[in-house]
């Protein structure tokens, strides 16, 4: 199914053989109002850009905007799945993308994989309705790594495709002209990559479903389009934003189908280039593994589908068959995190006795300073929780809630965890020694997760230790 959409333009320019090459993203301007009234007019628009050229998969002298094709990590032109299991992936890259790929330290390292006593955790197999999916052949823990997996292509996702397209094509397009246009160069470079795969990879990408098969894709881009995952580590300067530059097709994971209320969650790993997948509650034998392809798992059940629309079916999980029990605990689930929004630290904070209408104040440390105590600490818990400030309660609420919807693996539920566990930090500092006990248990949750659930090296990884290096340094809590 679909999972990022994936388009790339005749608009980049010439790819080069030659590494010194200088490669500029402009292309003539053509009168499309007049070419498209002319037999074969459009025609002359894509014969005056030239399809990529493969590059020598070793090198690493490209200009930096240069689109080049090349296997990563790097195999003999004649190598197999038999002898590199691990596998690689056919690229449509820039000569800077390759680069960045290449040199996270490790690259490529080997890919992880399940624990090796026992069998094999999934099958991919027929689903009901669905087509073909990946289901649990033995029951799977929380935490559990269920696949890493290189992808068998990396082409330019459709974000990084829109960012360049108008360098390249400019007078009278009309927006579906353009995309006409992108398409067609697009099923042309597919052609070139699917040639190059592993005759392996080949039959699998052939056997993908393809929910773009009306809309002038071409079979192997439209296969891409349906199949793609966000790869995004490795983002061009002129991608808008945030936005992706790439995205992957891969052999198996692939094969994963959505649902609302998913049991499984994803990562990519930059040093092994690889996308890995764990169970995110327990997983049964006989289960299908699902994810999610859609933002927003909290949203009304009429707002989720609507998000579906272009992924051509109808999701039927627990949650969109029972809207009139999950629609209500999300709009909860909902209020409860704005609740927990407004970090509540005792240590730095004055708060108004709720009895007394006095200014509290613990001072540094907890019960050392201005206030009285034991007493002026349940004050202040008080005073907190009154003030809809006291995070702890709501956070644990939502967790239970969250738990009864199947949304263990949401990010929302990751943020939840934090809460508690800063909350409960908050509180053990204050000097409540009994709830040490209750404290120890959610933070050893919210390790564990973490343990688990962002142990991927990427640059969102990268992102948080910064930021975290930062708030120490500033002496802040993380």
């Known amino acids: 199914m679909k999972r990022g959409f994936l388009n790339k333009h005749n608009a980049f320019g010439k790819a080069s053989t030659q590494p010194n090459s200088v ?27 030239a399809s990529p050229k493969v590059i020598e998969t070793k090198s690493l002298d490209h200009p930096e905007d240069a689109w080049i094709l090349t296997a ?12 590199v299991p691990d ?12 680069r960045a790929i290449t040199s996270v330290p490790g690259f490529p390292e080997a890919l992880p994989l399940p624990d090796p006593a026992r069998p094999k955790p999934y099958e991919i197999v027929k689903s009901p309705g669905k087509g073909t999916g990946m289901f649990a052949t033995r029951n ?6 269920i696949i890493a997996e290189r992808p068998m292509l990396v082409i330019p996702a459709i974000s990084q495709v829109e960012a360049m397209a108008a360098k390249g094509f400019a007078k009278n397009y009309t927006l579906a002209q353009l995309r006409q246009a992108q398409m067609k ?8 990559l699917f040639n190059r795969m592993e005759r392996e990879y080949q039959e699998a990408y052939k056997k993908l479903w393809n929910c773009h098969e009306n809309d002038g894709s071409g079979p192997l881009f439209g296969i891409a389009r349906t199949n793609g995952f966000v790869i995004d580590d490795y983002n061009e300067p002129n991608n ?23 049991n499984a969650d994803r990562a990519w790993d930059s040093p092994t280039f690889s996308l890995q997948f764990r169970a995110c509650k327990p997983i049964k034998k006989g289960e299908e593994i699902t994810i999610t392809y859609i933002e927003g798992l909290t949203e009304p059940t009429s707002n989720r589908q609507n998000q579906l629309t272009s992924y051509a079916f109808t999701c039927t999980c627990e949650a969109c068959s029972n809207p009139e029990i999950s629609d209500p605990r999300s709009k909860e689930i909902k209020e409860l995190l704005v609740l927990t929004a407004f970090t509540f630290n005792p240590m730095k904070m004055a708060w108004m006795n709720p009895r007394t209408g006095k200014e509290l104040n ?21 005073a907190a929780t009154e003030s809809g400030h006291n995070m702890i309660e709501p956070a644990l609420k939502g967790l239970k809630l969250m738990e009864e919807e199947g949304l263990h693996g949401s990010s ?14 908050s509180v053990l500092e204050m000097g409540f020694k009994e709830k040490d006990q209750e404290l120890e248990k959610w933070v050893k949750k919210y390790e564990t997760y973490q343990k688990y659930f962002k142990s991927a090296r990427n640059a969102e990884s990268r992102r948080e230790e910064n930021e975290k290096n930062k708030s120490t340094r500033n002496g802040v809590d993380a």
């Open 23 to 49: 490669i500029k993203h402009e292309g003539p301007l053509f009168d499309l109002s007049a070419l498209s009234k002319e037999v074969g007019g459009l025609q002359k628009v894509m014969d005056a850009f």
């Open 72 to 83: 990563l990590p790097s195999q003999a032109k004649d190598a197999t799945l038999a002898d």
């Open 362 to 382: 613990l001072g540094e440390p907890a019960g050392k300073g201005k206030g009285k105590g034991k007493k002026d600490m349940i004050d202040l818990d008080v």
């Open 412 to 425: 929302e539920y990751e943020y939840l965890l934090k809460k508690v566990s800063q909350g409960y930090l």
């Open 240 to 262: 808008p934003g945030d936005r992706p530059s790439y995205s992957g097709i891969f052999k198996d994971c692939s094969r994963i189908n959505h649902s609302c209320r998913p």
């Open 87 to 98: 596998g690689w992936a056919e690229c449509f890259i820039t000569g800077r993308a390759k």
């Open 140 to 145: 799977i823990e929380w935490g559990e790594l």
């Open 185 to 192: 160069e697009m099923e042309s470079t597919m052609e070139i």
